[in-house]
Protein backbone atom coordinates (compact mmCIF):
# COMPACT_ATOMS: atom_id res chain seq x y z
CA UNK A 1 0.00 0.00 0.00
CA UNK A 2 1.73 3.53 -0.76
CA UNK A 3 0.35 6.76 0.23
CA UNK A 4 0.43 9.83 -1.85
CA UNK A 5 -0.13 13.40 -1.03
CA UNK A 6 -3.52 15.02 -1.75
CA UNK A 7 -1.38 18.19 -3.81
CA UNK A 8 0.47 15.76 -5.62
CA UNK A 9 3.66 16.85 -5.34
CA UNK A 10 5.26 14.78 -2.18
CA UNK A 11 7.11 11.67 -2.27
CA UNK A 12 5.23 8.47 -2.16
CA UNK A 13 5.74 6.79 1.15
CA UNK A 14 4.99 3.41 2.76
CA UNK A 15 2.38 3.29 6.21
CA UNK A 16 5.17 3.71 8.33
CA UNK A 17 7.06 6.73 6.88
CA UNK A 18 3.59 8.57 6.12
CA UNK A 19 2.91 7.69 9.73
CA UNK A 20 6.02 9.39 10.74
CA UNK A 21 5.93 12.23 8.14
CA UNK A 22 3.07 13.37 9.36
CA UNK A 23 2.05 16.52 7.29
CA UNK A 24 3.23 15.65 3.05
CA UNK A 25 6.28 17.99 2.12
CA UNK A 26 3.88 20.00 -0.69
CA UNK A 27 2.02 20.63 2.64
CA UNK A 28 -0.93 18.15 1.34
CA UNK A 29 -2.01 15.50 3.72
CA UNK A 30 -1.32 11.35 2.89
CA UNK A 31 -3.82 9.71 1.43
CA UNK A 32 -4.10 5.49 0.29
CA UNK A 33 -3.32 5.30 -3.11
CA UNK A 34 -6.13 2.72 -3.91
CA UNK A 35 -8.56 1.96 -0.71
CA UNK A 36 -8.80 -1.80 0.21
CA UNK A 37 -11.99 -3.80 -0.51
CA UNK A 38 -13.98 -5.65 1.63
CA UNK A 39 -16.99 -8.33 0.50
CA UNK A 40 -20.16 -8.65 1.91
CA UNK A 41 -18.98 -12.01 3.13
CA UNK A 42 -16.04 -10.15 4.90
CA UNK A 43 -18.19 -7.56 6.59
CA UNK A 44 -20.38 -10.25 7.69
CA UNK A 45 -17.68 -12.40 9.35
CA UNK A 46 -16.99 -9.53 11.28
CA UNK A 47 -20.37 -9.75 13.51
CA UNK A 48 -20.41 -10.81 16.98
CA UNK A 49 -15.80 -9.96 17.32
CA UNK A 50 -14.48 -8.60 19.34
CA UNK A 51 -13.24 -5.01 18.80
CA UNK A 52 -9.39 -5.93 18.65
CA UNK A 53 -10.16 -8.57 16.24
CA UNK A 54 -12.40 -6.36 13.85
CA UNK A 55 -9.42 -3.61 14.45
CA UNK A 56 -6.58 -6.11 13.48
CA UNK A 57 -9.16 -7.18 10.11
CA UNK A 58 -10.00 -3.36 8.92
CA UNK A 59 -5.91 -1.93 9.45
CA UNK A 60 -4.23 -5.16 8.53
CA UNK A 61 -4.22 -3.87 4.61
CA UNK A 62 -3.36 -0.46 5.12
CA UNK A 63 -0.44 -0.95 7.19
CA UNK A 64 1.08 -4.78 6.84
CA UNK A 65 4.06 -3.86 4.37
CA UNK A 66 5.40 -2.16 8.14
CA UNK A 67 4.00 -4.14 11.05
CA UNK A 68 3.45 -8.24 10.81
CA UNK A 69 0.39 -9.65 12.21
CA UNK A 70 2.07 -9.77 16.07
CA UNK A 71 3.18 -6.32 15.97
CA UNK A 72 -0.26 -5.11 14.73
CA UNK A 73 -2.12 -7.34 17.08
CA UNK A 74 -0.23 -6.43 20.09
CA UNK A 75 -0.29 -2.89 19.74
CA UNK A 76 -4.19 -3.05 19.38
CA UNK A 77 -4.50 -5.25 22.37
CA UNK A 78 -2.50 -3.35 24.51
CA UNK A 79 -4.30 0.39 23.35
CA UNK A 80 -7.56 -0.91 24.40
CA UNK A 81 -7.16 -2.57 27.56
CA UNK A 82 -7.06 0.53 29.61
CA UNK A 83 -10.94 1.34 28.11
CA UNK A 84 -13.47 1.06 30.64
CA UNK A 85 -15.99 -0.73 29.06
CA UNK A 86 -15.35 -4.14 27.36
CA UNK A 87 -17.65 -3.26 24.58
CA UNK A 88 -14.52 -0.39 23.74
CA UNK A 89 -17.60 1.32 21.90
CA UNK A 90 -21.31 0.57 23.10
CA UNK A 91 -23.98 1.30 21.72
CA UNK A 92 -27.18 2.37 23.06
CA UNK A 93 -30.56 2.84 21.52
CA UNK A 94 -32.24 6.32 21.56
CA UNK A 95 -35.49 5.84 19.75
CA UNK A 96 -36.67 3.04 17.00
CA UNK A 97 -34.11 3.95 14.25
CA UNK A 98 -31.58 6.12 16.36
CA UNK A 99 -28.56 4.60 18.03
CA UNK A 100 -25.69 6.11 20.03
CA UNK A 101 -22.07 5.11 19.52
CA UNK A 102 -20.58 5.95 23.06
CA UNK A 103 -16.94 6.95 21.98
CA UNK A 104 -15.74 8.23 25.59
CA UNK A 105 -14.65 5.58 27.47
CA UNK A 106 -10.93 5.60 26.58
CA UNK A 107 -8.50 6.67 29.02
CA UNK A 108 -9.01 10.54 28.46
CA UNK A 109 -13.49 10.34 27.95
CA UNK A 110 -13.12 12.00 23.93
CA UNK A 111 -13.33 9.20 20.98
CA UNK A 112 -10.03 10.29 20.34
CA UNK A 113 -8.39 8.00 22.49
CA UNK A 114 -9.72 4.82 19.90
CA UNK A 115 -7.03 6.27 17.50
CA UNK A 116 -4.40 7.84 19.96
CA UNK A 117 -3.94 4.41 22.06
CA UNK A 118 -3.11 2.61 19.02
CA UNK A 119 -0.69 4.89 17.07
CA UNK A 120 1.25 5.58 20.20
CA UNK A 121 1.83 1.90 19.94
CA UNK A 122 2.80 1.91 16.27
CA UNK A 123 4.89 5.19 16.55
CA UNK A 124 6.98 3.02 19.62
CA UNK A 125 7.66 -0.41 17.15
CA UNK A 126 8.44 1.98 14.56
CA UNK A 127 10.87 4.15 16.76
CA UNK A 128 12.32 1.28 17.89
CA UNK A 129 12.74 -0.39 15.08
CA UNK A 130 14.59 2.84 13.46
CA UNK A 131 16.33 3.53 16.82
CA UNK A 132 15.10 6.84 16.34
CA UNK A 133 13.84 10.15 18.52
CA UNK A 134 11.34 12.47 17.54
CA UNK A 135 9.40 15.83 18.55
CA UNK A 136 5.49 15.59 18.14
CA UNK A 137 3.56 18.72 17.90
CA UNK A 138 0.13 18.81 18.07
CA UNK A 139 -2.58 21.20 18.01
CA UNK A 140 -5.78 21.25 20.10
CA UNK A 141 -9.08 22.60 20.49
CA UNK A 142 -9.65 20.33 24.12
CA UNK A 143 -9.62 16.87 23.23
CA UNK A 144 -6.28 15.45 20.82
CA UNK A 145 -3.76 17.22 23.15
CA UNK A 146 -4.82 15.04 26.44
CA UNK A 147 -5.39 12.12 24.48
CA UNK A 148 -1.82 12.81 22.85
CA UNK A 149 -0.56 12.92 26.42
CA UNK A 150 -1.99 9.78 27.67
CA UNK A 151 -0.34 8.04 24.52
CA UNK A 152 2.80 9.48 24.66
CA UNK A 153 3.69 10.43 28.45
CA UNK A 154 7.16 9.38 29.80
CA UNK A 155 8.64 8.22 26.58
CA UNK A 156 12.17 8.21 26.19
CA UNK A 157 12.38 8.81 22.26
CA UNK A 158 9.55 11.20 22.59
CA UNK A 159 9.32 14.51 23.37
CA UNK A 160 5.65 16.11 23.18
CA UNK A 161 4.71 19.96 22.32
CA UNK A 162 0.57 20.33 22.77
CA UNK A 163 -0.92 24.01 21.50
CA UNK A 164 -4.13 24.64 22.87
CA UNK A 165 -5.69 28.12 22.47
CA UNK A 166 -5.90 30.10 25.85
CA UNK A 167 -9.03 30.54 27.50
CA UNK A 168 -11.02 28.44 24.64
CA UNK A 169 -10.61 25.34 26.53
CA UNK A 170 -12.91 23.55 29.38
CA UNK A 171 -11.18 23.66 32.54
CA UNK A 172 -11.66 19.56 32.66
CA UNK A 173 -9.83 19.22 29.53
CA UNK A 174 -7.21 22.02 30.24
CA UNK A 175 -6.26 20.29 33.50
CA UNK A 176 -6.00 17.12 31.89
CA UNK A 177 -2.88 18.60 29.28
CA UNK A 178 -1.49 20.98 32.53
CA UNK A 179 -1.26 18.21 34.86
CA UNK A 180 0.45 14.86 33.82
CA UNK A 181 4.16 15.52 35.73
CA UNK A 182 6.34 13.41 32.95
CA UNK A 183 9.34 15.81 31.40
CA UNK A 184 8.28 14.85 27.92
CA UNK A 185 5.11 16.46 28.35
CA UNK A 186 4.94 20.02 27.47
CA UNK A 187 1.28 22.07 27.94
CA UNK A 188 1.49 25.14 25.76
CA UNK A 189 -1.65 27.90 25.69
CA UNK A 190 -1.21 30.05 23.07
CA UNK A 191 -2.84 33.33 22.16
CA UNK A 192 -5.58 32.94 19.37
CA UNK A 193 -7.98 30.30 18.46
CA UNK A 194 -7.44 26.35 17.24
CA UNK A 195 -6.93 27.76 13.85
CA UNK A 196 -3.98 29.94 15.01
CA UNK A 197 -2.43 26.70 16.60
CA UNK A 198 -3.26 24.39 13.88
CA UNK A 199 -1.90 27.33 11.35
CA UNK A 200 1.27 27.24 13.67
CA UNK A 201 1.75 23.65 13.70
CA UNK A 202 1.44 23.65 9.80
CA UNK A 203 3.80 26.34 9.63
CA UNK A 204 6.44 23.90 11.42
CA UNK A 205 6.28 21.07 9.10
CA UNK A 206 6.29 23.43 6.22
CA UNK A 207 9.44 25.08 7.39
CA UNK A 208 11.95 22.45 6.61
CA UNK A 209 15.22 23.38 8.58
CA UNK A 210 12.60 23.19 12.06
CA UNK A 211 11.37 19.94 10.59
CA UNK A 212 14.37 18.29 9.74
CA UNK A 213 16.53 19.56 12.78
CA UNK A 214 14.10 18.55 15.07
CA UNK A 215 12.37 15.14 13.44
CA UNK A 216 9.10 16.83 13.81
CA UNK A 217 6.10 14.53 13.67
CA UNK A 218 2.26 14.84 14.34
CA UNK A 219 -0.83 13.19 15.70
CA UNK A 220 -3.52 15.33 14.37
CA UNK A 221 -5.81 13.72 12.02
CA UNK A 222 -3.52 15.10 9.38
CA UNK A 223 -1.31 12.01 10.18
CA UNK A 224 -3.27 8.87 8.14
CA UNK A 225 -2.41 6.38 10.87
CA UNK A 226 -5.56 8.88 13.04
CA UNK A 227 -7.94 8.72 10.62
CA UNK A 228 -7.36 4.99 9.81
CA UNK A 229 -7.72 3.92 13.11
CA UNK A 230 -11.38 5.56 13.55
CA UNK A 231 -12.07 3.55 10.63
CA UNK A 232 -12.98 0.32 13.14
CA UNK A 233 -15.85 1.92 14.71
CA UNK A 234 -17.96 2.36 11.66
CA UNK A 235 -17.53 -1.09 11.00
CA UNK A 236 -18.38 -2.41 14.30
CA UNK A 237 -21.75 -0.34 14.99
CA UNK A 238 -22.80 -1.07 11.27
CA UNK A 239 -22.12 -4.50 11.59
CA UNK A 240 -24.08 -4.75 14.86
CA UNK A 241 -27.14 -3.28 13.49
CA UNK A 242 -27.40 -5.42 10.37
CA UNK A 243 -24.84 -4.27 7.63
CA UNK A 244 -23.96 -5.98 5.23
CA UNK A 245 -27.67 -6.86 4.43
CA UNK A 246 -28.72 -3.32 5.83
CA UNK A 247 -27.50 0.20 4.82
CA UNK A 248 -27.01 2.37 8.20
CA UNK A 249 -26.39 6.23 8.36
CA UNK A 250 -23.91 8.02 10.71
CA UNK A 251 -24.24 11.62 12.10
CA UNK A 252 -20.64 13.07 13.37
CA UNK A 253 -20.01 16.14 15.48
CA UNK A 254 -17.58 17.69 13.06
CA UNK A 255 -14.76 20.21 12.87
CA UNK A 256 -11.67 19.11 11.62
CA UNK A 257 -13.32 16.23 9.31
CA UNK A 258 -10.89 13.68 10.53
CA UNK A 259 -14.04 11.42 12.13
CA UNK A 260 -16.32 11.61 9.15
CA UNK A 261 -13.97 11.47 6.97
CA UNK A 262 -12.62 7.78 8.44
CA UNK A 263 -16.38 7.13 8.03
CA UNK A 264 -16.07 7.85 4.29
CA UNK A 265 -12.84 5.26 3.68
CA UNK A 266 -15.45 2.55 5.41
CA UNK A 267 -17.70 3.47 3.09
CA UNK A 268 -15.09 3.57 0.00
CA UNK A 269 -14.33 -0.14 1.52
CA UNK A 270 -17.73 -1.27 0.90
CA UNK A 271 -19.33 -1.05 4.15
CA UNK A 272 -23.24 0.19 3.52
CA UNK A 273 -23.69 3.25 4.69
CA UNK A 274 -26.58 4.98 3.10
CA UNK A 275 -25.27 9.19 4.66
CA UNK A 276 -22.82 10.60 6.10
CA UNK A 277 -23.75 13.96 8.29
CA UNK A 278 -21.76 15.78 9.24
CA UNK A 279 -23.31 17.72 12.19
CA UNK A 280 -21.14 21.13 12.94
CA UNK A 281 -22.05 24.44 16.17
CA UNK A 282 -22.56 27.29 15.72
CA UNK A 283 -18.72 27.48 13.86
CA UNK A 284 -20.93 26.18 10.48
CA UNK A 285 -18.74 26.32 7.90
CA UNK A 286 -18.37 22.83 6.37
CA UNK A 287 -22.39 22.94 6.79
CA UNK A 288 -22.45 26.48 4.35
CA UNK A 289 -20.12 24.93 1.96
CA UNK A 290 -22.34 21.88 1.36
CA UNK A 291 -25.56 24.07 1.00
CA UNK A 292 -23.91 26.65 -0.78
CA UNK A 293 -20.63 25.32 -2.56
CA UNK A 294 -18.33 27.83 -1.17
CA UNK A 295 -16.42 27.81 1.44
CA UNK A 296 -15.37 30.99 3.19
CA UNK A 297 -14.05 31.85 6.39
CA UNK A 298 -16.18 34.29 8.80
CA UNK A 299 -14.24 34.21 12.11
CA UNK A 300 -14.07 31.56 14.68
CA UNK A 301 -16.35 31.90 17.52
CA UNK A 302 -16.15 30.50 21.19
CA UNK A 303 -18.92 27.98 21.48
CA UNK A 304 -20.14 25.17 24.59
CA UNK A 305 -18.99 22.54 22.29
CA UNK A 306 -15.47 24.04 21.85
CA UNK A 307 -13.46 20.85 20.39
CA UNK A 308 -15.59 21.22 17.10
CA UNK A 309 -14.51 25.71 17.24
CA UNK A 310 -12.95 25.01 13.52
CA UNK A 311 -12.84 26.98 10.49
CA UNK A 312 -9.93 25.22 8.71
CA UNK A 313 -11.04 21.98 8.81
CA UNK A 314 -7.57 19.79 7.59
CA UNK A 315 -9.63 16.55 6.31
CA UNK A 316 -11.82 18.35 4.20
CA UNK A 317 -8.74 18.65 2.02
CA UNK A 318 -9.08 14.92 1.75
CA UNK A 319 -13.05 14.75 0.72
CA UNK A 320 -11.66 17.50 -1.87
CA UNK A 321 -9.20 14.92 -3.03
CA UNK A 322 -11.81 12.28 -3.73
CA UNK A 323 -14.38 15.15 -4.86
CA UNK A 324 -11.86 16.57 -7.65
CA UNK A 325 -11.33 13.31 -9.12
CA UNK A 326 -7.50 12.76 -7.30
CA UNK A 327 -6.71 15.67 -9.01
CA UNK A 328 -3.57 17.58 -6.75
CA UNK A 329 -3.13 20.63 -8.58
CA UNK A 330 -6.72 21.21 -8.67
CA UNK A 331 -6.30 20.50 -4.55
CA UNK A 332 -3.39 22.68 -4.57
CA UNK A 333 -5.00 25.65 -6.49
CA UNK A 334 -8.00 25.90 -3.70
CA UNK A 335 -5.89 25.37 -0.27
CA UNK A 336 -3.95 28.57 -1.68
CA UNK A 337 -7.20 30.55 -2.63
CA UNK A 338 -7.76 29.64 1.39
CA UNK A 339 -4.90 30.39 2.76
CA UNK A 340 -4.58 33.75 0.53
CA UNK A 341 -8.49 35.07 0.24
CA UNK A 342 -9.96 33.22 2.76
CA UNK A 343 -12.49 31.63 1.01
CA UNK A 344 -12.54 29.04 -2.43
CA UNK A 345 -15.85 27.59 -4.28
CA UNK A 346 -16.24 24.35 -4.96
CA UNK A 347 -16.79 23.11 -8.39
CA UNK A 348 -20.04 22.37 -9.65
CA UNK A 349 -19.07 18.43 -10.55
CA UNK A 350 -17.19 18.23 -6.94
CA UNK A 351 -19.97 19.97 -4.97
CA UNK A 352 -21.93 17.34 -6.55
CA UNK A 353 -19.70 14.48 -5.91
CA UNK A 354 -19.85 15.79 -2.09
CA UNK A 355 -23.55 15.87 -1.57
CA UNK A 356 -24.18 11.91 -3.32
CA UNK A 357 -22.31 11.17 0.26
CA UNK A 358 -23.12 13.96 2.85
CA UNK A 359 -25.39 15.69 4.45
CA UNK A 360 -24.82 18.56 6.91
CA UNK A 361 -27.02 20.71 9.44
CA UNK A 362 -25.51 23.25 12.04
CA UNK A 363 -27.05 23.48 15.74
CA UNK A 364 -26.58 26.93 17.45
CA UNK A 365 -25.75 27.22 21.59
CA UNK A 366 -29.98 27.42 22.72
CA UNK A 367 -30.87 24.09 20.45
CA UNK A 368 -27.82 21.97 22.25
CA UNK A 369 -28.66 23.18 25.41
CA UNK A 370 -32.31 22.57 24.56
CA UNK A 371 -31.18 18.86 23.14
CA UNK A 372 -28.96 18.18 26.24
CA UNK A 373 -31.99 18.43 28.71
CA UNK A 374 -34.76 16.59 25.51
CA UNK A 375 -32.20 13.59 25.22
CA UNK A 376 -31.94 13.20 29.24
CA UNK A 377 -35.62 13.44 29.24
CA UNK A 378 -36.49 11.38 26.20
CA UNK A 379 -33.70 8.91 27.01
CA UNK A 380 -31.54 8.91 30.35
CA UNK A 381 -28.55 9.67 27.91
CA UNK A 382 -26.55 12.59 29.69
CA UNK A 383 -24.89 14.20 26.30
CA UNK A 384 -21.74 16.48 25.83
CA UNK A 385 -22.42 19.48 23.78
CA UNK A 386 -20.80 17.96 20.93
CA UNK A 387 -22.62 14.48 20.83
CA UNK A 388 -25.75 16.78 21.25
CA UNK A 389 -25.05 18.93 18.65
CA UNK A 390 -24.59 15.63 16.48
CA UNK A 391 -27.97 13.98 18.26
CA UNK A 392 -29.63 17.47 17.59
CA UNK A 393 -28.80 17.12 13.45
CA UNK A 394 -29.31 13.54 13.21
CA UNK A 395 -32.68 13.70 14.40
CA UNK A 396 -32.96 16.33 11.63
CA UNK A 397 -32.33 13.79 8.74
CA UNK A 398 -33.92 10.89 10.55
CA UNK A 399 -37.04 12.97 9.21
CA UNK A 400 -35.90 13.29 5.58
CA UNK A 401 -35.28 9.37 5.86
CA UNK A 402 -36.87 7.37 8.95
CA UNK A 403 -36.28 4.11 7.08
CA UNK A 404 -32.36 3.93 7.15
CA UNK A 405 -30.87 3.28 10.95
CA UNK A 406 -29.38 6.07 12.07
CA UNK A 407 -25.62 5.70 14.56
CA UNK A 408 -25.02 9.26 16.07
CA UNK A 409 -21.35 9.43 16.91
CA UNK A 410 -21.11 10.24 21.32
CA UNK A 411 -17.89 11.49 20.68
CA UNK A 412 -17.15 12.88 24.61
CA UNK A 413 -17.97 11.95 28.22
CA UNK A 414 -20.54 14.76 28.93
CA UNK A 415 -17.79 15.12 32.61
CA UNK A 416 -15.58 17.16 30.58
CA UNK A 417 -17.84 19.62 29.93
CA UNK A 418 -19.40 19.85 33.20
CA UNK A 419 -20.38 23.46 33.71
CA UNK A 420 -22.51 23.36 30.23
CA UNK A 421 -24.35 20.20 31.34
CA UNK A 422 -25.22 21.35 34.43
CA UNK A 423 -26.31 24.61 32.95
CA UNK A 424 -28.89 22.18 30.69
CA UNK A 425 -30.01 19.29 33.59
CA UNK A 426 -28.80 20.70 37.07
CA UNK A 427 -26.77 17.70 36.84
CA UNK A 428 -23.06 18.20 36.87
CA UNK A 429 -21.50 14.76 35.62
CA UNK A 430 -18.55 13.35 38.21
CA UNK A 431 -15.69 12.59 36.58
CA UNK A 432 -14.51 9.06 37.31
CA UNK A 433 -13.01 7.75 39.85
CA UNK A 434 -9.72 7.66 39.03
CA UNK A 435 -9.50 11.58 37.91
CA UNK A 436 -11.18 12.17 41.01
CA UNK A 437 -8.23 14.67 42.19
CA UNK A 438 -8.52 16.46 38.75
CA UNK A 439 -8.74 19.65 40.18
CA UNK A 440 -6.12 19.46 43.21
CA UNK A 441 -3.14 18.92 41.13
CA UNK A 442 -0.45 21.03 39.90
CA UNK A 443 -0.70 22.36 36.75
CA UNK A 444 2.18 23.24 34.61
CA UNK A 445 1.64 25.17 31.54
CA UNK A 446 3.38 28.22 29.25
CA UNK A 447 1.65 31.07 28.29
CA UNK A 448 2.63 31.14 24.21
CA UNK A 449 2.25 33.72 21.27
CA UNK A 450 1.17 33.16 18.09
CA UNK A 451 4.48 34.08 16.60
CA UNK A 452 6.65 31.12 14.84
CA UNK A 453 9.96 32.32 15.43
CA UNK A 454 8.76 32.15 19.53
CA UNK A 455 7.51 28.50 18.93
CA UNK A 456 10.39 26.87 17.06
CA UNK A 457 13.09 28.50 19.78
CA UNK A 458 10.71 27.48 22.51
CA UNK A 459 10.67 23.62 21.44
CA UNK A 460 14.36 24.06 20.25
CA UNK A 461 15.55 24.73 23.88
CA UNK A 462 13.06 22.41 25.54
CA UNK A 463 13.09 18.92 23.84
CA UNK A 464 15.95 16.63 24.89
CA UNK A 465 19.02 16.69 22.31
C1 LIG B 1 -15.61 15.96 21.42
C2 LIG B 1 -15.34 16.20 19.97
N1 LIG B 1 -16.34 16.05 19.09
C3 LIG B 1 -16.16 16.26 17.79
C4 LIG B 1 -14.93 16.65 17.29
C5 LIG B 1 -14.80 16.84 15.81
O1 LIG B 1 -14.09 15.76 15.26
P1 LIG B 1 -13.29 15.97 13.90
O2 LIG B 1 -12.25 16.99 14.19
O3 LIG B 1 -12.71 14.64 13.62
O4 LIG B 1 -14.26 16.43 12.91
C6 LIG B 1 -13.87 16.84 18.16
C7 LIG B 1 -12.53 17.27 17.72
O5 LIG B 1 -11.97 16.86 16.81
C8 LIG B 1 -14.06 16.56 19.53
O6 LIG B 1 -13.05 16.66 20.38
N1 LIG C 1 -11.27 18.72 18.11
C1 LIG C 1 -9.90 18.42 18.03
C2 LIG C 1 -9.19 19.28 17.04
C3 LIG C 1 -8.02 18.56 16.44
O1 LIG C 1 -8.51 17.47 15.74
P1 LIG C 1 -7.64 16.30 15.15
O2 LIG C 1 -8.60 15.18 15.03
O3 LIG C 1 -7.12 16.78 13.88
O4 LIG C 1 -6.52 15.98 16.09
C4 LIG C 1 -9.31 18.48 19.43
O5 LIG C 1 -10.04 18.19 20.35
O6 LIG C 1 -8.18 18.82 19.62
Redesign the pocket.
Known amino acids: MRYVSTRGQAPVLNFGDAMLTGLARDGGLYVPESVPQFSGDEIAALAGQPYEEVAYRVMKPFVSETFSEDELRGAIKRAYAGFGHAARAPMVQLAPNHFLLELFHGPTL?F?DFAMQVIGQLFQIELEKRDQKITIV????????SAAIEAFRGLDNVDLFILFPHGRVSEVQRRQMTTPIEGNVHALAMDGD?DDC?GKLKDMFNDFTFRDEVGLAG????NFA?VLAQIVYFFTAAVALGAPHRKISFTVPT??F??IFAGFLAKEMGLPIERLVIATNQNDILHRCLEAGDYTKRGVTPSISP??D?EVS??FERALFWAYGKDGAAIAALMDELKTNGSFTVSPNAIGALRAVYDSGAVGEGRTMEEIGDSLRETGELLCPHSAVGVNVAKQALQRDPATPMVTLATAHPAKFPDAVEEATGIRPPLPPRMADLFERDERVTRVPNDLAALEALIRERRRK
Do not use: H, L
Open positions: AKGATSGDTGFQVNSIRGNGDSMISN
